[in-house]
């Protein structure tokens, strides 16, 4: 049987793995789903159609699955999903999605997100990302793989940034930030690339290298979007279609 505190209120329906453990106070909802190896800390809140994997570790005073922030909503039953191998830190918040999106939140593995983290309604997080304090993501925001968002990274709805970014503290984003770039600023402008992130991940010198020509390519040749496009794909390398993939899909425009 799960390890619950006498004082935490489990309503009936939730599904909790027999080897969860719960902390004093805490509220976990009848329509939430816990995998093995979780833990729930003193005072989180757990309410909503959520659904948290295997071996994730819930900090005190978390909430998680509650209604969004979003006059439109209108009692959906619209869901919560988050991996496993995650951190969540104290004060964290994540909502749940909207009917004019997907009707679904996603987070996926192995995040780290530090303390007053808040993700809102309709957003998809990867996996292997991390979020330092007070990082906010309004509704329908995208964060690729590996990205790092410095302490007080503030993003505006519907943008999208992409796998192995990184931004500095109090980085203000309003356009789509592509891969493998470092950012920061208010509004946020590109600093290169994440080189020392992408060794850290394994990447060749000749990898770098290649996303180094990449970057100069998009934001120091003076050409146009769709002449930088064509100059990518021209290049023909594997690194590189994540970064072209993305620059079509970037509806907002991207950081210039």
Known sequence: MPQVHPTAIIEEGAKLARDVKVGP???????????EGSTVG??????????????????QFVSLGEIPQDKKYAGEPTRLEIGDHN?????CTFNIGTAQDAGVTRVGSHNWVMAYVHIAHDCIVGDHTVMANNTT?????EIGDHAILGGLTAVHQFCKIGAHV???????VYKDIPPYVT??????????????????????????ATL???????????????????????MGKTEVDLLTDFLRRAERGIIR
Not at 185 to 194: E, M, S, T
Not at 212 to 234: F, N, V
Request: aromatic share 6%; hydrophobic share 35%; no cysteine.
């Open 212 to 234: 180094k020509r990449s970057y100069k390519m998009l934001y120091r040749d003076g050409l146009t979007l769709q002449e930088a496009l064509e100059q990518l794909d021209a």
């Open 42 to 59: 003193a005072h989180a809140v757990i309410t909503g159609h959520t659904r948290i994997g295997k071996h994730n570790r819930i900090f």
């Open 166 to 172: 990184i931004t500095g503290g109090g980085t203000i």
């Open 137 to 141: 993501l309004a509704g329908h925001v």
């Open 25 to 35: 106070y805490a509220v976990i909802g009848s329509h939430v789903e816990i995998g």
């Open 183 to 208: 950012a920061a600023g208010q509004p946020a402008k590109p600093h290169g690339i994440n080189s020392e992130g992408l060794k850290r991940r394994g990447f060749t010198p000749e990898q770098i």
């Open 87 to 91: 951190t969540i830190r104290e004060f």
